[in-house]
């Protein structure tokens, strides 16, 4: 079994920037693809990124402005330029398919970290 922890969430104004960290344990961490989602209040949970083993993959919404990576254990997800409409919850997430971008495609979630973008 794949634990997974996200942190680095917190409070910042429209513009700014923050750091997700995503850390695996458990098993050998070794899924052909991790991601992340996110969920703002009522509404789906939606793809944002994801990493394979040779590509990237973006949600138009925040294609230029995101940056997905992977070292080891730790996925990270770099927010840049947020805005008020990237508020939600984010989840880590990995799955043992070459190609994910939607929920059923993942097997482990994390348990989400809150980010909250002030206008």
């Known amino acids: 079994q794949v634990q997974l922890v996200e942190s680095g969430g917190g409070l910042v104004q429209a513009g700014g920037s923050l750091r997700l960290s995503c850390a695996a344990s458990?098993?050998?961490?070794?899924?052909?693809?991790v991601g992340w989602f996110r969920q703002a209040p009522g509404q789906e949970r939606e793809f944002v990124a994801a990493?394979?083993?040779?590509s990237l993959y973006y949600a138009d919404s925040v294609k230029g402005r995101f940056t997905i990576s992977r070292d080891k254990n730790m996925v990270y997800l770099q927010l840049n330029s947020l805005k008020p409409e990237d508020t939600a919850v984010y989840y880590c997430?990995?799955?043992?398919?070459?190609?994910?971008?939607?929920?059923?495609?993942?097997?482990?979630w994390g348990q989400g970290t809150q980010v909250t973008v002030s206008s």
């Open positions: 990493k394979n083993l040779g």
């Open positions: 997430a990995a799955s043992d398919r070459l190609v994910a971008r939607r929920e059923n495609d993942y097997n482990y």
């Open positions: 458990g098993r050998t961490f070794s899924p052909y693809t």
